[in-house]
C-alpha cells in the first residue's frame, strides 16, 4: 500500500529529537519500532489536488510559526492495528486555515481537524493499553508544547517534499527527501 499525498507540519530539529528519543525508549521496552518523522498533518490524499495545494501556500505562511499545546492521548481505529497520538491544540487562526484546506481535499473529511502528534503507529490493538501506560511514564510533564516550523507537501511516491511556508520556504523549495 503506497502511503498517500500529505500536507504536514514539521517540528523544529530539536523538539523532533525529543519525540524520536520517546520512540526509541518505548522501543527498549519491548514496544513495535516508529519509523515515522514527527509531523502533525493538516489534510492528506491519495494524489493532493493542485488547489488543495495552492491553497495551502496562501494561507499557512500567516499562521507559522504555530504553536502546539499537548491536551491529551488519543487511540485512532477500530480494528486489528490503531494509532496512538497526542491530542494537540492550537491557535484559531491556524485551526481555521487547516479546516479550509481539509475541506478543499475532495479525499478529506470535510472541514475537519484534529491536530495531533502521532506517537505509536499500526500497534496491534492488544498492545495499545500498555503502550499508552509506557508512553505516560516515559513522556516528561514539561513536554506538552510543540511549534511547527514548516508546512510542506510530502509526495511519497516521488519522494519529493516541497516546502510551503516557514523554514526552507519563499523560494519554491522542492527537495527529495525524507518528510
Known sequence: ????????????????????????????????????????????????????????????????????RRVGTVVFGTKRKQTVAWLLETTDALEIAAREISALNPEGRGPRWTPHLTMGLRLPREVVPDYIRALD???????????????????????????????GAGNGTSLKANP
Open 1 to 68: 500500500m503506497t502511503s498517500p499525498d500529505n500536507i504536514l507540519l514539521h517540528l523544529p530539529e530539536e523538539e523532533e529529537q525529543r519525540v524520536r528519543e520517546v520512540f526509541a525508549q518505548l522501543e527498549e521496552q519491548g514496544f513495535p519500532v516508529q519509523r515515522q518523522t514527527p509531523h502533525i498533518t493538516v489534510t492528506f490524499s491519495p494524489a493532493m489536488a493542485d488547489d488543495v495545494v495552492e491553497r495551502a501556500a496562501e494561507l499557512l505562511p500567516a499562521v507559522m510559526p504555530a504553536r502546539f
Open 137 to 167: 511514564e516515559i513522556s516528561s510533564p514539561h513536554f506538552k508544547e510543540f511549534t511547527a516550523v514548516r508546512a510542506a507537501l510530502w509526495q511519497p511516491r516521488a519522494q519529493q517534499l516541497t516546502v510551503l511556508a516557514g523554514v
